[in-house]
């Protein structure tokens, strides 16, 4: 994740750089600086980790693919952004129409079991992950990339604006209204957290 | 600092344009202030809750160093090559719209050629002339044209048709109702001008170019100025018969 704003864009544009120039290792430091913004954004897209994995790993490849046709390489957050969205577009359609071809449903929540989640989340339960996942999904997805590169990838308002093509009041209003929505919808969560 | 005041200042924890002497503000008035501590907590809680839900079970570095080794083995992986500018990409737009103006210039022109043309025909103007008589075979080529067609007694003639009369073949045509020129075989005349023969509407001059062999004219005395251009001299009709000859020698 980008520690300051400045120094985050010269390194993207150098890495840019130095990946155009055949140095595959350069981009490997792409990915690692933004691996989990572009997992989050798949995840706030499709209900299966492992999937938004693997959209993100094929998010990354076609960015490799295609990184000469970046114009702005001060921009490849957001760029990364969109096309991560679109192998999204991509996966559920596919999805959907394996699903209609097999005859298969998704699993319901209540189906998963109540054990931790992560290490790193010993918090949560999978049941409370889901339940934020899926507020998170119902954003609008203008304010859904706003908050995820905001929580997830530590970007301030006047990064995002960058990267998005926005103005930083336009971001922060986004920003605004996205957290009045989760902080509504995930009330009754937060007080159960809290009472922990 | 008051507690509306607080709320801003939360607010501006969740876009990120805190400074440390506002956090450290709100740190200490939410020692005191029960309502915006219960606010703040949340702020950040709700924060971390985000994070933690969307990460990835993959670590970063890790799936950094996967995906350079499927770059570094996958053979199909290729970079696209790079484009040198905007300026090329937009020449290449401009060169593919041009290409269509083109396309569609040539097949406008082609298309009122063929309408506004048949056949390239109308190119010159008709004039009264009239084939008569026909031996053998006489070929008729109009102006602009390359394709050759025998002469019928009674064809139109247009200024600029080129005549050819075979072995053996002969023509005679009919400038007015008293006017004729015969060409003899083995002959090449252009009819190069026309003149109206009535003397109301008289004006230029009739040529015709012998190329090659022979040819008689017989003229009536209120024929306008009658020329026959040969590549070794011009000849005018003064009396009323007279006969042109083009040979090699």
Known sequence: ?196 | MNCEKNKKIILKLVDGTISDEQLNELKTHTETCESCRVEFERCVLLQDIVKHSLSSQTAAEQAGAAQVARLSEGPNLRMRPVRYGTALFAGRRAAIAAGILLAIGLFLGFTMGRVGNPGQIHLTAKVPISAGKIEGIVLVRHEGSDIWQPLDAGSNIYLGDMFHSTARSACVLKLDDESTLDLNQNSTLILKSYACPEPGRRNGQTQFFLEHGECTASLESHHGPFFINTPNGRMEALGTEFTVKVTDE
């Open chain 1, 1 to 196: 994740m980008p520690e300051s704003p400045v120094m985050a864009t010269d390194a993207d544009e150098q890495l840019v750089k130095s990946t155009l120039r055949g140095n595959v290792a350069s981009f490997g430091t792409i990915v690692e600086r933004y691996w989990n913004m572009v997992v989050a954004l798949a995840l706030s897209k499709v209900s299966d980790p492992a999937e938004a994995e693997d959209i993100a790993q094929e998010s990354f490849l076609k960015a490799y693919s295609q990184l000469s046709g970046l114009r702005d390489p001060s921009r490849l957050a957001g760029w990364l952004s969109k096309i991560t969205m679109q192998q999204c577009s991509n996966s559920l359609r596919k999805t959907v129409r394996y699903k209609k071809a097999l005859g298969c449903r998704t699993a319901p929540i209540e189906t998963l079991d109540e054990q931790p989640a992560m290490a790193a989340n010993p918090g949560l339960t999978q049941n409370q992950i889901q339940f934020v996942r899926q507020t998170i999904r119902r954003l609008p997805e203008k304010f859904r990339t706003m908050i995820i590169m905001r929580f997830v990838a530590n970007c301030s308002t006047v990064q995002i604006a960058e990267q998005l093509g926005k103005r930083p009041g336009t971001v922060r209003v986004g920003l605004h209204r996205a957290y009045k929505l989760l902080h509504k919808d995930l009330a009754p969560l937060l007080e159960e957290v809290e009472q922990l």
